[in-house]
């Protein structure tokens, strides 16, 4: 019998936009891939770096950062700041070995419900393509 690789990934969601956003999509009973688990936060600017990197290091095969759209942060320019943060962090992924597709930042409004569906089902399936990530130990076991 032949097992398929099915990913699991982090989602970093903002509570204004993203998560509100999967939350509609629940209560339009709309479906999509359970590979994600949501982690809500204030705002996407608040996710740190290092909490993406922690996800990888505890075994997740990627992180998906959702936010508000530009020019719609609850709080002003948090969104930028994430923008930001992400586009310095996949370098940094690149450069350990990374794939730097493994990360990635959506803007989902609370509205888009479908949206929140097409981009966890895309991503699942960007993961299930890239394979499971495995990351060398640093030292003897």
Same mark, same amino acid.
């Given at each position: 019998m032949l097992k398929t690789f099915e990913?699991? *990934?982090?989602?970093? *969601?903002?509570?204004?936009?993203?998560?509100?956003?999967?939350?509609?999509?629940?209560t339009?009973?709309?479906?999509?891939?359970?590979?994600g688990i949501i982690i809500r936060v204030l705002c996407s600017g608040r996710v740190d770096p290092l909490h993406i990197l922690w996800a990888f290091k505890m075994g997740a095969d990627g992180v998906l950062v959702g936010g508000c759209h530009p020019g719609d942060c609850h709080y002003s320019t948090g969104n930028h700041m994430a923008a930001k943060r992400i586009?310095?962090?996949?370098?940094?992924?690149? #450069?350990?070995?990374? %794939?730097?597709?493994r990360l990635r930042? %959506?803007?989902i409004s609370a509205t888009e419900s479908k949206k929140?569906? #097409?981009?966890?089902?895309?991503f699942t #399936? %960007?993961?299930?393509?890239?394979?499971?990530l495995t990351l060398?130990? #640093?030292?003897?076991p």
């Open positions: 990913p699991k *990934f982090v989602c970093f *969601f903002c509570k204004w936009c993203a998560s509100a956003g999967a939350d509609f999509a629940g339009s009973r709309l479906t999509y891939s359970p590979n586009a310095l962090l996949k370098v940094y992924l690149k #450069e350990i070995g990374i %794939e730097p597709q930042l %959506e803007w929140v569906v #097409e981009v966890v089902n895309s #399936e %960007e993961l299930r393509f890239l394979g499971p060398e130990q #640093e030292g003897p």
